[in-house]
């Protein structure tokens, strides 16, 4: 693997970005954090973090412009939790218009499960090289309220009450609505497969 890759972490202020960092630099890269346009686009991989609340999350993205620049994106983009669900069409969490990278509506869990999901859960249906080596079935860590309904743009899926979409891919775009710096060894490999996209 090309190991001088430039890694952007895009820092909007909503983002658990000290974990990842420390996540790929535990697999012999530096990444950069930034919100400077010009610094993202001439990055050879792109990670798009995202905490907290959808419609605070899409104001800070605006107010630096970012909302502009993600969609435009050609090198491979790695969407995390909030950040996934920000790159849909629109979330229901805060009544949010997203950046319409993929074609979904994020949906709130309905009261017959306990919300927010916190805890580790399956994925299976796992689909593209994201997942290369990566078993049917195998537990991420996951902490969300809101969640991508099945989708044309799914290639992981996981059952928490429904089942829903807990990866998508479009085009140069990934997302995973969970934690892979926080899933153990399957989210090392599963950043690790990042990485690897167009070597």
Not at 84 to 106: H, P, R, W
Request: one cysteine or more; proline letters at 3%.
């Amino acid at each position: 693997m090309k190991m001088n890759q430039k890694i952007v972490i895009i820092d909007y202020g909503a983002g658990n970005i000290q974990s990842i960092k420390f996540a790929i630099k535990r697999l012999g890269f530096e990444a950069e954090l930034s919100n400077d346009a010009s610094e993202i686009r001439n990055a050879d991989k792109v990670i798009f973090p995202g905490v907290g609340e959808a419609g605070s999350a899409m104001k800070m993205l605006r107010s630096t412009g970012l909302d502009q620049v993600i969609p435009t994106l050609t090198q491979p983009v790695l969407g995390i939790c909030l950040g996934m669900q920000l790159m849909c069409d629109y979330s229901e969490e805060g009544n949010t218009k997203g950046l319409g990278i993929f074609k979904a509506d994020v949906k709130k869990f309905n009261n017959k499960v306990k919300v927010p999901q916190i805890g580790w859960n399956q994925i299976t249906n796992l689909e593209t090289t994201l997942f290369t080596n990566i078993e049917e079935g195998e537990y991420v860590y996951l902490v969300h309220s809101f969640y991508v309904p099945e989708c044309k743009d799914e290639i992981a899926r996981t059952e928490y009450g429904v089942n829903y979409s807990t990866a998508l891919h479009r085009d140069n775009f990934y997302g995973v609505q969970f934690h892979p710096e926080k899933s153990s060894k399957t989210g090392e490999l599963i950043l690790k497969n990042f990485l690897k996209i167009g070597l």
